[in-house]
T-cell receptor, first 112, second 109 residues
């Protein structure tokens, strides 16, 4: 079955530490996205990529970094510069324009 | 600009109807609707691509009024499984969506 796999499901970060969240898709989608969701809030765009080796900042990119070396993979690194990283992180992908976004099951990140 | 959803929360008894609105201060070209259960990924419901378009999915349907820059989601004869938070997302170019703050729907037996 095609889908998006995020790992790990839960992640704990120590102060000053960088952590990387994995996102893999086998839907053959070109576009991929990272969102942050805080309790009781909507989804805010962190980074997005429309094609391999290219990505753009979203609305809240500060303290985060991404790479897109393969079509299937779009990892997100939460750096030590992100002072309030505790949130639910969702990865999504989509195919052609005006198609729905498919979401992974999310990673819940907390500070130790 | 983030679309505004109303109401922010609604509580229903099973079998009752609900309407969730999504309004934007900017022109809308398409509207996506998703439902999210607590702690889970959002699940796609439907996309409306043209002004005036209406779509249905079982007892959930939606309309898109391009002139009013608004979309509405209709839930008819609600079931317990409809509980969750509903989000609208509006297209803002480059296949990006901006999501509303969500409407929490609670269905009681």
């Amino acid at each position: 079955d095609g889908g998006i796999t995020q790992s790990p499901k839960y992640l704990f970060r120590k102060e000053g530490q960088n952590v990387t969240l994995s996102c893999e898709q086998n839907l053959n989608h070109d576009a991929m996205y990272w969102y942050r969701q805080d309790p009781g809030q909507g989804l805010r765009l962190i980074y997005y990529s429309q094609i391999v080796n290219d990505f753009q900042k979203g609305d809240i990119a500060e303290g985060y970094s991404v790479s897109r070396e393969k079509k299937e993979s779009f990892p997100l690194t939460v750096t030590s510069a992100q002072k309030n990283p505790t949130a639910f992180y969702l990865c999504a992908s989509t195919g052609q324009v005006d198609q729905p976004q498919h979401f992974g099951d999310g990673t819940r990140l907390s500070i130790l | 600009q983030q679309p505004v959803q109303s109401p922010q929360a609604v509580i229903l008894r099973e079998g009752e109807d609900a309407v969730i609105n999504c309004s934007s201060s900017k022109a809308l070209y398409s509207v996506h609707w998703y439902r999210q259960k607590h702690g889970e990924a959002p699940v796609f419901l439907m996309i409306l691509l043209k002004g005036g378009e209406q779509k249905g999915h079982e007892k959930i349907s939606a309309s898109f009024n391009e002139k009013k820059q608004q979309s509405s989601l209709y839930l008819t004869a609600s079931q317990l499984s409809y509980s969750g938070t509903y989000f609208c997302g509006t297209e803002r170019g480059a296949q990006k969506l901006v999501f509303g703050q969500g409407t929490r729907l609670t269905i009681n037996p």
